[in-house]
């Protein structure tokens, strides 16, 4: 980010020198000093740099740093700067009185050449010098192995030939044969966490033949509270992983799990929308909060927000909010969903859950990070414990953030058994594997059209 700060002021000074000898605009300035020092002219190789670094941001060069190839590197310099070039063309140099029209074409591949010239240049010197520190073992990432039979301690060699470095291996089940080293050993599963933070591990990776299916499904689980990528060596029967893309390092398929199908441009834009079109909801939507939470009180006894503790991003637990919409007590017995004729909702609660207002808080969720406005309905761990035993892909759902709205709810609704929940997933698989901000879109014009036609139940 420094460099690239660097180059864009840089750029966009070689620019102002262009500019000085053809505007007619600064005939009254006598020196470059001065032209340099001319108000707005100041106040752009300022702001400029700062301009370029939100370009960037938007562009996903900056989510993974580490994990890129020149080419890819090539491309999205390539891309990021014809965009912010027009941008600036349009906003600020069109507004300029050149001597002739023709002036306005050469500022335009000035402006680009000279910047994406810079840029590239400097990026590609610092990614090949990192290349080769990589190659010779001067850095390298940290990983932390699951698994401690023949295979793993295999396919470790394998990493650590490519600039991985295993720092230890985690037995799996008791019915692995351990084939690593003692002193690389990590038997206390109670002392992993600690563990990964004093070795400042950057990934974890899983190697094992001891599970099948469902029960690596389910180990998975337990890796989410590590917050670290986490990979998963593919065999032939990892079935669950055919709706993952893969990565070959060294020869050797793995699949990501905790990332999903989106684009690092369209994750941060899906996320910078979230938060706006959050904001600007509670905002606008204060007066019909007011009235529900009256609504509510008065309908009867008990809060007007209903806290549940839900499963989000990466199996991370956190509270959902919704306007309370059944009796307090409902649940004395358990967990149980809710259905069709519910005696527990209350009836102002009817009404609520046919056109989606109970959901209205959530839009507190998507501020705070937890949700997005689409994505895959966040359930209980209770209910999820139930899912993955009939399907156990449900854990590729946890590598997007869970939506106030998703696809399985505009095209399938609420459920009331496992089994509906498991037909319902479907609809979310089907949205994790073509996830775009064209679907998003079509999903809440979906749900606008479920809302106003009272069809939400």
């Known amino acids: ?8 002021a840089l750029a966009w000074f070689l620019f102002n020198l262009f500019r000085y000898h053809h505007l007619v605009v600064f005939r009254e300035v006598s020196t470059l000093g001065e032209f340099l020092c001319y108000p707005h002219v100041l106040l ?8 370029w670094w939100v370009v960037y941001y938007f562009s996903g060069y900056y989510n993974f740093p580490v994990s890129r190839s020149r080419l890819n590197e090539l491309w999205l310099t390539l891309i990021s700067s014809f ?3 027009i941008i600036l063309f349009f906003v600020l140099i069109i507004n300029e009185t050149p001597f002739a029209y023709q002036l306005y074409y050469q500022f335009l591949v000035v402006l680009f ?15 090949t010098h990192f290349l080769n520190a990589l190659k010779h073992g001067k850095v390298f990432q940290r990983v932390v192995l699951f698994g401690i039979g023949a295979r793993a301690l295999s396919i470790a060699g394998q990493l650590q030939a490519v600039g991985y470095r295993v720092v230890g291996f985690v037995p799996v089940s008791d019915a692995e044969e351990q084939a690593v080293p003692d002193e690389l050993l990590w038997r206390e599963r109670s002392l992993v966490s600690e563990r990964i933070q004093q070795q400042a591990v950057d990934e974890l990776v899983v190697v094992t033949e001891a599970l099948d299916s469902i029960a690596l499904s389910q180990f998975l689980y337990t890796l989410y509270i590590y917050k670290k990528p986490i990979k998963v060596w593919m065999d032939k029967q990892s079935v669950p992983f055919s709706k993952i893309r893969l990565q070959a390092v060294n020869g050797v398929p793995f699949a990501t799990i905790t990332e999903n199908n989106f684009s690092p441009a369209e994750q941060n ?3 910078f929308a979230d938060r706006i079109v959050s904001a600007a909801m509670l905002l606008l939507l204060c007066p019909l909060y007011l009235y529900i939470a009256w609504r509510v009180k008065r309908d009867s ?5 209903y806290k549940q503790e839900r499963i989000g991003l990466h199996g991370r637990p956190f509270l959902i909010y919704k306007f309370r919409t059944m009796y307090v007590g ?6 149980m969903l809710s259905r069709e004729d519910d005696k527990r909702i209350t009836p102002f609660g009817s009404i609520m859950r046919k056109y989606r207002l109970d959901e209205l808080p959530q839009f507190w969720n998507v501020l705070k990070g937890d949700m997005s406005l689409v994505g895959p309905r966040p359930e209980r761990k209770y ?3 139930q899912i993955v035993q009939k399907a156990p892909y449900y854990y590729l759902l946890h590598n997007v953030r869970p939506g106030i709205t998703s696809l399985g709810m505009v095209k399938y609704g609420y459920a009331g058994t496992v089994d509906q929940m498991i037909a319902r997933l479907e609809y979310d698989i089907v949205y994790y594997e073509n996830m775009s901000l064209a679907l998003d879109i079509a999903i809440l014009v979906y749900t606008v059209k479920t809302v106003l036609t009272g069809k939400g139940v």
């Open 301 to 305: 006894p008990g809060p007007i927000i």
């Open 113 to 127: 050449g000279t910047h994406f010239g810079l840029t590239y240049l400097v990026r590609l010197s610092i990614t």
């Open 269 to 271: 834009l899906k996320l």
């Open 1 to 8: 980010m420094v460099a690239d700060w660097g180059t864009a």
């Open 330 to 335: 409902s649940e004395e017995q358990g967990p």
């Open 44 to 51: 752009g190789q300022i702001g400029i740099p700062f301009f």
């Open 383 to 385: 209910f999820i414990d």
């Open 83 to 85: 965009v912010g070039v």
